[in-house]
Nanobody, 123 residues
Framework: QVQVVESGGGLVQPGGSLTLSCVAS????????MAWFRQPPGQGREFVAA???????YYPGGVKGRFTISRDDDENTLYLQMDDLKPEDSAMYYC?????????????????WGQGTQVTVSS
């Protein structure tokens, strides 16, 4: 059974850092397209970062330079390192995976999704 489980969310002060983890099971993460999305309260799901099987990464302008997506193939785990966090980064963060990704990686059309982990940036 394909499953992704996020962890690592929490409360952090503005300017702080946080690392999210997404453990993959039932599939080999390095063979899949994987991504992070976030959803603030009352808003739609936003693209945060994506990584292709060949490790090419993609970010939207709002997080580029502050967030880093990475994959540990030995641990079958996806990470999101978030630095210089801002209150507007507060949201539920979701991990997503897809074996083929026949769509733009910034679109929330991935086949598999986790339950999310909450990130709150506040003083």
């Amino acid at each position: 059974q394909v499953q992704v489980v996020e962890s690592g969310g929490g409360l952090v002060q503005p300017g702080g850092s946080l690392t999210l983890s997404c453990v993959a099971s039932g599939f080999t993460a390095r063979a899949y397209y994987m991504a992070w999305f976030r959803q603030p309260p009352g808003q739609g799901r936003e693209f945060v970062a994506a990584v292709r099987p060949d490790r090419t990464t993609y970010y939207p302008g709002g997080v580029k330079g502050r967030f880093t997506i990475s994959r540990d193939d030995d641990e079958n785990t996806l990470y999101l390192q978030m630095d210089d966090l801002k209150p507007e980064d507060s949201a539920m963060y979701y991990c997503a995976a897809d074996p083929r990704a026949l769509f733009q990686l910034s679109q929330p059309q991935y086949q598999y999704w986790g339950q999310g982990t909450q990130v709150t940036v506040s003083s």
